[in-house]
C-alpha cells in the first residue's frame, strides 16, 4: 500500500522496541528553543481525501491532452507506438540496471546491442555507445573525446553559435579546468562555413548542428575536409528525426555525431529523463565513454552479447580516464531502438516528410497573415523563426489563456539580437486544424 496509517498501539509498540516512551523523546539532541516550532499544518486527511486533492491540483496543470503545442527548441511532441510503451515496461528491462553478467543479461545487451547498430545506420557512424543523459552532455563528450584525440596538443573548440544554447553551456561546464579556449558561439553573424576562418593548428574540433537552433539547415559540404585540412574533428549535433529525409553526418565527413534521442519513442516527460546518442569513427572507439555492447560467439559457436572494451581506462586507470561517465538512460535508450525498429527506415521518412510539409504549410500560412514576418528563403525542417509584431511572451499569454494553444520559444530570451522572434514546431501530430487555428489565433492577438 502507498499509505499506511498507524494505530496509537502500534505506535507505542514500536517506541517501546527503541527504548523511548514518547515522540518526543527522539528530538533530544535538538536545542529547546528549536525543538518544535510552531506549525499550521490542515487537518489530517484520509486516503480518499488525499487522492482527490492531488487530482484536484493537477488538473490545474495544462496538458498536451487538452492542448496544441507548437513548442519545440530542443524537446519534441512526437507520436510514440504503443509498441514503445509495452516492450520498456517489461520487468525484464524496466528492472535491470547494469548487465555486467552476460551469461543472465542477454536480452538487455543484446537489445542495447540493436540499439546502437540502428544508430550507426541513422548517423553514418561505424561505432555507437549505448548513450548518455541527454544531448548536451553527449555533446560535452563529444568534446573531451576531440581534444583526447589531439593528445592534447590542441586547446581550441570552434563552437557555432547556432548550437543549442544550453548545449553549449554544458559544454563550458564540463571542461572547466581544461584549459581550453572555447570560440565562435558570440555572433550570430557567423554561418558554420565562415567558422573555418576561426579553425587554425591549435583547434581540436569545429562543432555545428543541423538542423541548427534556428532550424535552418546549414550547407555542410566539403566543412569536413576543411576541418580535416587542418587538423581538427569534425562534431555534428543533429536532430535524429531529420535523418529520415536529410543526408547523414557521416556521409559528409563527420568525425563524431551526437545528440538529443527524445524525439526516437520517447515522450516530452516533463523534460526527462532524455537521452544523449554518441556516434563516432572506429579510430576514436578506445575514446569513448560509457557503455559499449558487442557480438561475440560462446564456446559452442552461438551468437552472444558481452560488454566489450570494458578493460579500458573508464573501468580500471580513472586517472587517465577521458571521461568517468559509465552509465547510461538504459530504458531510453530501448524505447529509441524499440521506435526505430518499429517504424523501419520507410516509417522513419514518412514521419520526417510529414514534419517537413506540415511545418512549411504553417509557415507560408503565417507569413501570408501579413502581421508576421517568416524567412521562407532558408531550408528548414520542422522548425522555423517568425518575427512578431509584439513581445513574444504576451502573444504566447493569449495564445495559452484564450486558445488553448502552447505558442513557440523566445528567441530573445537567448538571442539579444532576436527580440520579439519566435521559434515555432510543427511535428506529425499536429493536425491541419490545428495548424489553422494557429494562423488563426495569430492573426486576432497580432494587435
Given at each position: 500500500m502507498t499509505y499506511v496509517p498507524h494505530t496509537d498501539a502500534e505506535r507505542k509498540e514500536m517506541l517501546a522496541r527503541i527504548g523511548v516512551q514518547h515522540i518526543e523523546d527522539l528530538f533530544e539532541s535538538v536545542p529547546a528553543t528549536h525543538r518544535f516550532p510552531e506549525t499550521r499544518l490542515p487537518r489530517p486527511l484520509s486516503e480518499m481525501e488525499i487522492m482527490a486533492e492531488l487530482q484536484a491540483l493537477s488538473q490545474r496543470n495544462d496538458s498536451l491532452l487538452h492542448i496544441s503545442s507548437f513548442l519545440g527548441a530542443g524537446a519534441y511532441q512526437h507520436w510514440v507506438p504503443s509498441v514503445v510503451n509495452y516492450v520498456t515496461s517489461r520487468s525484464e528491462f524496466l528492472t535491470a540496471y547494469t548487465p555486467y553478467q552476460p551469461e543472465v543479461s542477454q536480452g538487455t545487451l543484446q537489445a542495447i546491442f540493436e540499439y546502437q547498430t540502428m544508430i550507426c545506420e541513422l548517423v553514418g557512424m561505424e561505432v555507437s555507445n549505448a548513450s548518455h543523459y541527454d544531448g548536451a552532455t553527449s555533446l560535452a563528450e563529444a568534446v573531451i573525446m576531440a581534444e583526447s584525440a589531439t593528445r592534447g596538443r590542441r586547446r581550441k573548440v570552434v563552437l557555432s553559435p547556432m548550437v543549442h544554447p544550453e548545449y553549449r553551456e554544458v559544454v563550458r561546464t564540463y571542461t572547466q579546468g581544461m584549459d581550453l579556449t572555447i570560440v565562435g558561439d558570440d555572433s550570430l553573424a557567423l554561418d558554420a562555413h565562415?567558422?573555418?576562418g576561426l579553425v587554425d593548428d591549435q583547434t581540436a574540433c569545429l562543432i555545428v548542428q543541423?538542423?541548427?537552433?534556428?532550424g535552418h539547415i546549414p550547407d555542410l559540404t566539403d566543412l569536413a575536409k576543411e576541418a580535416h585540412s587542418r587538423g581538427a574533428l569534425l562534431v555534428v549535433a543533429c536532430n535524429p528525426i531529420s535523418l529520415g529525409l536529410l543526408q547523414s553526418p557521416g556521409a559528409f565527413g563527420a568525425d563524431i555525431v551526437c545528440g538529443e534521442g527524445q524525439p526516437l519513442g520517447n515522450g516530452l516527460n516533463f523534460g526527462g529523463p532524455y537521452l544523449g546518442f554518441?556516434?563516432?569513427?572506429?579510430?576514436?572507439?578506445?575514446?569513448?565513454?560509457?557503455?559499449?555492447?558487442g557480438q561475440t560467439v560462446d564456446v559452442h559457436g552461438r551468437v552472444g552479447y558481452v560488454l566489450t572494451l570494458s578493460t579500458r581506462e573508464q573501468h580500471i586507470r580513472r586517472e587517465r580516464a577521458t571521461s568517468n561517465i559509465c552509465t547510461n538512460q538504459g530504458l531510453m535508450a530501448l524505447a529509441a531502438g524499440v521506435y526505430l525498429a518499429a517504424l523501419g527506415k520507410c516509417g522513419l521518412a514518412k514521419i520526417a516528410q510529414l514534419n517537413y510539409h506540415k511545418a512549411h504549410y504553417a509557415a507560408s500560412a503565417i507569413a501570408e497573415t501579413g502581421f508576421y514576418e517568416v524567412d521562407l528563403t532558408q531550408p528548414f525542417f520542422n522548425e522555423f523563426v517568425v518575427r512578431c509584431p509584439r513581445p513574444v511572451d504576451e502573444i504566447n499569454y493569449e495564445l495559452l489563456h484564450y486558445h488553448a494553444i502552447q505558442g513557440g520559444f523566445d528567441l530573445g530570451l537567448v538571442y539579444s539580437e532576436l527580440e520579439n522572434h519566435m521559434l515555432l514546431c510543427v511535428t506529425e501530430v499536429n493536425t491541419r486544424e490545428q495548424i489553422d487555428a494557429l494562423v488563426d489565433a495569430l492573426a486576432?492577438?497580432?494587435g
Open positions: 565562415q567558422l573555418m543541423t538542423p541548427d537552433f534556428l554518441f556516434a563516432c569513427r572506429q579510430e576514436h572507439v578506445r575514446r569513448m565513454a560509457g557503455r559499449l555492447v486576432e492577438v497580432a
